[in-house]
């Protein structure tokens, strides 16, 4: 039984290939007449080539359609022959047989296939049907989307045809747009109308150029094309409204991952300013230094780039939470009670590590390598293309804000934490130890800075100075939140990141900076103690 | 006795009190009348020749200096630490800028007579609203005083009447002079962008490449300087300084005690903003440049631990700080550029840890222990005479 069933496996398999050489053999057939042919036969022969199942039919086409298919006049052997250059080494189409080019007077043995226009439209349909008919939906859709660049190379029946018997709506709706393109320049009035309607919706680029094209074809006065007019300017309305839409979808987008790295950067701070009254100057230095671990762990591991990342996520928070406590132990400790002298102290320390690191890394900017996974972009509908590595950074905030509360709610050391700050000699008399709380918590919100370096190293260049570029930012988020109130630096992070990125388009970037910096001075004076200010005693504390 | 208080009852009386500003003033008049002479009559090979350079050198650290004391007034002496200084100081120092660049009139380089070159180059068809005037000394330097003035009153008015103090407040000064240099970076801003405001030619009618000019530069920032440590010694020392120092101290007690602390608040700042404004306008001429660097916000650090490694809370300590500060800046960066900041970030950590009181802080117990020698010396000196 089992016997058998291979069998006919292999009979199956062995006339499937049966089939194809045939095909092949066909296509060599075919592909050696079009040397004589006249161009009315070359239409028909490369028709009939289409329609065989043979794969090398593709780079044949191709090759006539960019004039580089040659025919030997000694033995009609077809060749490629992309440049006729000495040295040049040219390969038979059909035989394993390659020969090099000596000199140029070799050409006279070669005869073009020469193509005419008509045959050039034929083949470039021909090759348009072969890419969306062959290959994975993706492929073939990316395939129909490059046909609405120029709806005219398809023939019209072929591609009604083609859509009736499509499988993927994804696919066969970008056919439909293609087949509507093609309608819009009918004469028929009617398949224009309807042909408009089918574009209705459509967002992509192509179709809003082909519909203002065809705005100035038409006549608003003459009464016989006003209503088509109308329709036109109706379709174009709603597709701009739509595109509008995408651009507000956009703008939250960017806006959002912007919040986000704010979110990073001053979460943070938001334990050693908000929870501790630290004024940490060197807050930035910490995110610098996240960010050049993850250049030395790169550097380190240079076969694993893709797992470099999440390697350097813990190497990081352990490293800037080990400078935090020694900052902390070193500096801080003395100097709790007076706010404007620890933030000159950790002003000093800031210059110190920002020499330091440039004096071993030098004061160029590091590279950072993306790994793959981050790179590239995703689709939402085809007016709005958005980049992975943002949407990685608004999940990874999110997660870090999410870890840090379950930290400060749930754990022992968090209770503690909370103890120290709330009332410090209550909680050392219950027990704790508040220099190594305070410690802790020094070393964590650091440790936190740190891992936005990680981050920020995938957005921004990594030097010396990236952390400058962040103290003020975080600060003023901070602030703006509420002093002592994660969800509050969570929502000022973000509504400063998505307004950052609204007022944009109409200020210019810099303009957008200076009027949220104006914002929050203002914002300030109203409400000194941020958007969620605690109650209460804390407050006096 | 100082110069200038021949007329002036109340301040001769106030100034004998304080020796050490005294001695500060009588050293910077001498400095006006010696480093000028030194440097015109004595001929460059001479041992007693000043170069122009030292002198322009020892111009911008009287001007820092300045800088330093207005600085001290709201922090030493108001608890108002202020980490936007410098956006006062270089607004100052914009005024006379602007002032500078009319003045070169046709000699720029595209030699257009109505418009400074960086306009030309931006093709810029007419002198913005806010140029207009500066074509006038008199308005200038009136504008060097309110430009300043007016920001610090709007700002002061609105931070110090909602009780932003402390850190809060630091931090949003620190907002505001990154908000004007990133501002000022703007090439729409009219200001010259980001090369700001330089190629200056001559101010009033003097060339300022020239050695004379250089020296009444130097004797004009000398003589700011002794101005304004008067107008700060006069208002510290006044009733008016007693309640700032209160202030300092205890601003809800003040406040209880019926006091508007936010108008003396409002009152100082004001006048430490003009002193900043002063100081950045002669500042500018002597460096030949001005642009939105000086509002970044290290600089404004840095000049607080000018007052801090001098002494927060004296004003002759402020002068000595940012003298001392900055010649170590100068002599660091030219012979090791890499550990200046080093230095500097050392010495943030070091004195606010070590020296609370600044460098005038370790005088009075060497003074103490040089009066105990010495008394003790004479004590045996007596016994031996028994």
Known sequence: ?541 | MPVQATHMGPITRLLTQDKNGRRLLLVIAVLAIVVPFCNLLFPAESVLHISTYTMTLLGKYLCYALLAIAVDLIWGYCGILSLGHGAFFALGGYAMGMYLMRQVGDRGVYGNPELPDFMVFLNWQELPWYWLGFDSFAFSMLMVLLVPGTLAFVFGALAFRSRVSGVYLSIITQAMTYALMLAFFRNDMGFGGNNGLTDFKDILGFDLQSDGTRAGLFIASALALMLGYVISRVITASKLGRVLVAIRDSESRARFLGYRVEHYKLFVFVVSAMLAGVAGALYVPQVGIINPSEFAPIFSIEIIIWVAVGGRGSLYGAVIGAVLVNYAKTWFTGAFAELWLFLLGGLFVLTTLYLPRGVIGLWPPLQQRWHRYRQQRDLVHQEDCL
């Open chain 1, 1 to 541: 039984m089992r016997i058998f069933v291979l069998f006919c496996l292999a009979c199956c398999s062995w006339s499937a290939q049966a089939q194809l050489a045939e095909a092949d053999l066909t296509l060599q057939r075919l592909a050696q007449q079009l040397a004589v042919a006249s161009y009315d036969e070359k239409s028909a022969l490369i028709s009939q080539m289409a329609q065989l199942p043979a794969e090398r039919k593709k780079p044949l086409l191709e090759a006539l359609a960019s004039n580089s298919l040659y025919s030997r006049e000694s033995d009609q052997r077809l060749f490629v022959i992309e440049r006729f250059k000495p040295g040049e080494r040219i390969q038979a189409f059909f035989y394993d047989e390659s020969l090099l080019i000596e000199s140029r007077r070799q050409k006279r043995d070669f005869d073009k296939i020469g193509i005419n226009n008509a045959i050039r439209r034929t083949l470039s349909s021909e090759l348009a049907l072969m890419e969306v008919s062959s290959g994975s939906d993706q492929q073939r859709r990316l395939a129909a989307e490059q046909l609405l660049k120029s709806p005219q190379d398809i023939d019209a029946s072929r591609l009604q045809a083609l859509i009736a018997q499509e499988s993927s709506p994804a696919v066969a709706e970008v056919l439909g747009l293609v087949a509507a393109l093609q309608q819009l320049t009918s004469a028929d009035s009617s398949q224009r109308l309807a042909a408009i309607k089918t574009l209705q919706r459509s967002l992509y680029p192509q179709v809003r150029v082909a519909l203002v094209q065809h705005q100035g074809r038409l006549d608003a006065s003459n009464p016989l094309q006003a209503g088509e007019y109308q329709l036109v300017q109706k379709t174009l309305a709603s597709i701009d409204q739509l595109q509008q839409l995408n651009g507000y979808a956009r703008d939250l987008y960017f806006g959002l991952s912007l919040g986000a790295v704010l979110l990073l950067a001053a979460i943070g701070l938001a334990i050693t300013f908000g929870v501790m009254g630290v004024i940490n100057m060197a807050h930035g230095e910490m995110i610098m230094l996240g960010a050049y671990t993850t250049y030395l762990v790169q550097q380190l591991m240079p076969a694993g780039s893709e797992v470099s990342l999440l390697v350097a996520i813990p190497a990081a928070f352990l490293v800037s939470g080990l400078v935090g406590v020694v900052i902390e132990r070193s500096v801080i400790r003395h100097l709790y009670g007076r706010p404007l002298e620890t933030l000159l102290a950790t002003f000093g320390i800031s210059l110190i590590l920002q020499q330091a690191v440039r004096s071993i890394f030098g004061p160029l900017n590091r590279e950072v390598a993306t790994p793959e996974w981050m790179a590239g972009t995703f689709m939402l509908n085809p007016g709005l293309e958005l980049t992975w590595n943002r949407l990685y950074i608004i999940i990874f905030s999110l997660l870090v804000l999410v870890l840090l509360a379950w930290v400060m709610k749930r754990t022992l050391f968090g209770l503690q934490m909370r103890a120290v700050t709330m009332n410090r000699p209550m909680a050392s008399s219950m027990g704790i130890r508040s220099g190594w709380v305070d410690a802790l918590t020094f070393g964590l919100g650091s440790g936190i800075a740190g891992i936005a370096g990680v981050a920020l190293s995938q957005l921004t260049n990594v030097g010396p100075n990236l952390g400058q570029a962040y103290i003020i930012d975080s600060f003023m988020v901070v602030v703006f939140g509420g002093v002592g109130n994660l969800w509050g630096t969570l929502v000022a992070a973000m509504s400063l990141g998505v307004a950052n990125k609204v007022i944009e388009p109409f200020a210019g970037a810099v303009l957008a900076k200076i009027l949220l910096l104006v914002f929050i001075i203002l914002f300030i004076q109203k409400r000194p103690r941020g958007l969620f200010a605690l109650k209460g005693r804390a407050v006096e504390g």
